[in-house]
C-alpha cells in the first residue's frame, strides 16, 4: 500500500480508507456491527440514517462520528440485553481518535481538547467533593477538641472542689482527666493531618483548575480555527439560497430523513447571513418544528463571531412570533444559556458594552444578564474579578448583584480566595457582598 501524505490537508475517501488506523477502526466496527444481525440497509432506516454514511463509515471510507458509535453500541446492548463493556467503549473511542489524528488533525485536537477539557471538569468535580467533606470532618473534629478543652476545664474545677473533699472522687476524675488529655492530643494530631490534606486538595483544585482554563482558551482557538475552516469549505460547497433551502429542509422532513434535515440547518448556520438564519428560525417555528429552531440558534451563535451574535440576536428577539411573555422568556434563557457556554469572558464583555447601553426594558440587556449570572457559576476567580472590574467601571450595579449572588454560593475555600482576590484589587464592595451571600447561604443550609 502506497504511503498516503498526512498533512493537514482534506483527503479525499479513498486516501482515508487506505490509512492503517481508519482501517483498524472500520474492521473494529464492522466487528461490532455484525452483532446486530441486519443489513446496512435495514440499521440505516432502523436510525434514520443514510444508507451510504452507514457503509462509509463501516468500509473506512470515512472516519465515523462518535454519534454514530454510541448510536450503535445501544442497538447493540439493546439487541444482546447486556451492557457493552466499558473496556469496549474506550478502545473504540481510543481507535477513532487516532484515526481522525491521522486523517483530519484540526479535528482531532478539537475533540482531544474536549476530552481533556472533560477530564479536567470531572476532575474538579471529584476535588470539589474531597474538599467539602474535608472541610465538613475538620468541622466536627475541631468542634469536638474545642468539647474536650470544655471539659478538661470542667475536670480542673471539679478537681479543686473535690480535692479535699473525697479521695476516691480524686482518682476517678484524675483519670477522666487523663482519658481527655489523651483524646485531645489524638484530635490535635487528626486535625493538622486533615488540614494538611486539605491544604493538599486545594492546591491540586487551584492547579486543575488553572490547567482547565488554559485547556478551554485553547478549546475556544481550536473551535474557532475549525469553524473558519468549515465555512471556507461551505461557502465553496453550500450555494443554496434561503429558499432552496427552506425547500430541502422541507422534502427532507416529508421524507422523514431528519439527518439529513439537521445537516441542512448546520450548514444554513455556519453559511447564512443574520437576517437569513433569523428567517430560517421562524419559518422552522411556523413548522411546529421548535427544537430544530432551538439547534439552528444555537449552532449560528457558537459558529460565528460575537459581531453576528450580536445583530442576529438583536433581530430575533424583535420578530412578532416570540414577542409574547412566555415566549420572549424561553427564548431569553435559552440565548443566554448559549452565550454563557460558548463565549469566552472576553466576547461577553464585547457583547455586554455593546448592549449594557440599552433602556431599562432593553432585551439583549436582560439576556446578557442572564448569560453571566450562568457563566459566574463555573467562571475562574480571576475572569470573575475580570468581568466584576468591568461592571464595576459601568457602575452596573443591577448585573453585578446578580453575578455575586451567584458567586456567593460557592465552597467556602472558593469564596474565600474570590472575596481576597476581590481585596486585592480595590473590590471591597463586592467581597463584602459575595461574604454576605455566602453566610446567608451557609445560615439557609445550616437549617
Given amino acids: 500500500m502506497r504511503e498516503i501524505s498526512r498533512s493537514t490537508a482534506r483527503l479525499t475517501e479513498v486516501e482515508v480508507s487506505q490509512l492503517p488506523e481508519v482501517a483498524e477502526l472500520a474492521t473494529a466496527l464492522t466487528t461490532m456491527f455484525n452483532a446486530l ?93 474531597q474538599q467539602e467533606a474535608l472541610e465538613m470532618l475538620l468541622d466536627q473534629r475541631e468542634a469536638a477538641a474545642d468539647e474536650a478543652i470544655r471539659q478538661l476545664d470542667e475536670l480542673r474545677s471539679d ?25 485531645q492530643e489524638e484530635l490535635r494530631d487528626e486535625i493538622a493531618r486533615l488540614r494538611k490534606q486539605l491544604d493538599e486538595v486545594n492546591r491540586l483544585k487551584e ?37 432552496e433551502a427552506k425547500e430541502e429542509i422541507g422534502r427532507a ?16 448556520a455556519a453559511h447564512f447571513p443574520e437576517a437569513d438564519t433569523t428567517e430560517l428560525t421562524i419559518w422552522l417555528l411556523t413548522e411546529k418544528r421548535d427544537l430544530d429552531a432551538f439547534r439552528l440558534l444555537d449552532d449560528a451563535i457558537r459558529f460565528n463571531s460575537i459581531e453576528f451574535t450580536d445583530n442576529l440576536v438583536r433581530d430575533f428577539i424583535e420578530q412578532s412570533l416570540v414577542a409574547s411573555e412566555q415566549k420572549q422568556y424561553l427564548w431569553t434563557d435559552r440565548i443566554a444559556s448559549r452565550i454563557a457556554t460558548s463565549k469566552s469572558r472576553v466576547e461577553l464583555q464585547e457583547l455586554y458594552d455593546r448592549w449594557h447601553r440599552g433602556p431599562r426594558m432593553y432585551k439583549p440587556l436582560g439576556i446578557i444578564r442572564k448569560a453571566l449570572v450562568e457563566w459566574a457559576s463555573r467562571a475562574s476567580v480571576s ?65
Fill in 37 to 129: 444481525e441486519i443489513s446496512q440497509q435495514r440499521y440505516a432506516a432502523r436510525t434514520l440514517m443514510d444508507k451510504s454514511t452507514v457503509s462509509r463509515y463501516l468500509n473506512g471510507r470515512r472516519v465515523a462520528t462518535q454519534d454514530f458509535i454510541d448510536r450503535m453500541l445501544a442497538e447493540i446492548e439493546r439487541y444482546r440485553g447486556t451492557p457493552v463493556t466499558e473496556e469496549t467503549k474506550v478502545r473504540l473511542r481510543g481507535l477513532r481518535l487516532a484515526a481522525l489524528k491521522v486523517s483530519d488533525p484540526q479535528t482531532f485536537e478539537l475533540e482531544n481538547l474536549r476530552n481533556q477539557v472533560d477530564r479536567s471538569h470531572r476532575e474538579i468535580r471529584n476535588l470539589s467533593r
Fill in 159 to 183: 478537681w479543686v472542689a473535690d480535692r479535699l473533699e473525697n479521695e476516691s472522687s480524686l482518682e476517678l476524675l484524675s483519670g477522666k482527666y487523663r482519658r481527655l488529655e489523651t483524646d
Fill in 207 to 243: 492547579a486543575t483548575e488553572e490547567k482547565c482554563e488554559l485547556l478551554e482558551q485553547k478549546l475556544m482557538e481550536a473551535e474557532v480555527a475549525l469553524a473558519e475552516r468549515l465555512r471556507e469549505s461551505t461557502e465553496r460547497s453550500f450555494t443554496l439560497s434561503l429558499e
Fill in 253 to 268: 422532513y416529508e421524507n422523514q430523513l431528519f439527518h439529513e434535515a439537521a445537516r441542512l440547518l448546520s450548514l444554513s
Fill in 383 to 447: 475572569d470573575s474579578v475580570a468581568m466584576l472590574e468591568t461592571l464595576r467601571k459601568h457602575s452596573d450595579t443591577v448585573i453585578a448583584v446578580r453575578m455575586l449572588h451567584q458567586l456567593g454560593a460557592g465552597t467556602s475555600r472558593s469564596v474565600t480566595r474570590l472575596i481576597d482576590r476581590c481585596r486585592q484589587r480595590g473590590l471591597d464592595w463586592e467581597a463584602d457582598t459575595i461574604s454576605f451571600r455566602h453566610e446567608w447561604n451557609s445560615r439557609d443550609h445550616a437549617r
